[in-house]
């Protein structure tokens, strides 16, 4: 297993189109995160799945994010109508009630850009 | 609810100099707190963990203790090296065992001349 993977890791698109980010997790962890990190910041909870559940979700994600996690191996994260304050880095992470002591694997990041 | 905060940054040390990085923290119930490093291109990596009061996480020569009574976890390294240069962010959940939601610190930018 390689870790946890993200695609693309660039993107560059202009105001109002929409994106779709894709992550895929270490095979075995059965949870699934997602963070955004702006630039001088720490990464913020979007939110996160068990399984193919989606159990959390913060009020950052607004109506125009949409995560999916259909069979509760990858993760799809949309973003619709895009703005310039969506201009970030999508950060991706996995984890498993298995895992030793908090065990929380991330990706490198989708770093999407808005013009 | 829960939040952290780290010292100001950028940090400048020069090699074989002694790192100190403040984090504080305010959460509800009894958090578990972490140290997490990015480099240059990577994606973040666990630097070290403590999960309840007077533990030390250390990890690579870092160290960090979690003091209950001042509700801090400040990361020290006795002698830095150039490859230590990174961003830092202290984190905590309140989930359990790899589970929850991990708050995070704004990152502290550290780099390391020779």
């Known amino acids: 297993d390689t870790g946890v993977s993200q695609d693309p890791r660039h993107k560059i698109t202009k105001r109002g189109q929409n994106v779709t980010f894709r992550c895929d997790p270490i095979?075995?962890?059965?949870?699934l995160y997602w963070y955004r990190q702006t630039l001088g910041q720490g990464p913020e909870f979007l939110t996160y799945?068990?399984?193919?559940?989606?159990?959390?979700k913060s009020r950052l994600l607004s109506d125009r994010f949409s995560a999916e996690r259909p069979k509760g191996s990858f993760s799809t994260l949309e973003i619709q109508r895009t703005e310039q304050g969506d201009s970030a880095m999508y950060l991706c992470a996995s984890s498993s009630y298995r895992t030793p002591n908090y065990g929380y694997t991330f990706g490198s990041g989708t770093r999407l850009t808005v013009v | 609810g829960n939040s952290v905060t780290q010292m100001e940054g950028p940090v400048t040390l020069s090699e074989e100099a002694f790192l100190t990085i403040n984090c504080t923290y305010t959460?509800?119930?009894?958090?578990?707190l972490f140290w997490y490093v990015q480099y240059p291109g990577e994606g973040l990596q666990l630097l070290l963990k403590?999960?309840?009061?007077?533990d030390k996480g250390s990890n690579k020569g870092f160290e960090a203790t979690y003091r209950k009574e001042t509700t801090s976890f400040h990361l020290e390294k006795g002698s830095v090296q150039v490859s230590d240069s990174a961003v830092y962010f202290c984190?905590?959940?309140?989930?359990?065992?790899?589970?929850?939601?991990?708050?995070f610190g704004q990152g502290t930018i550290l780099t390391v001349h020779p």
């Open positions: 984190a905590l959940n309140t989930g359990g065992t790899s589970y929850g939601k991990l708050t």
């Open positions: 095979s075995e962890h059965n949870r």
């Open positions: 799945f068990q399984n193919e559940a989606q159990l959390e």
């Open positions: 403590a999960t309840k009061a007077d």
């Open positions: 959460a509800t119930g009894y958090p578990s």
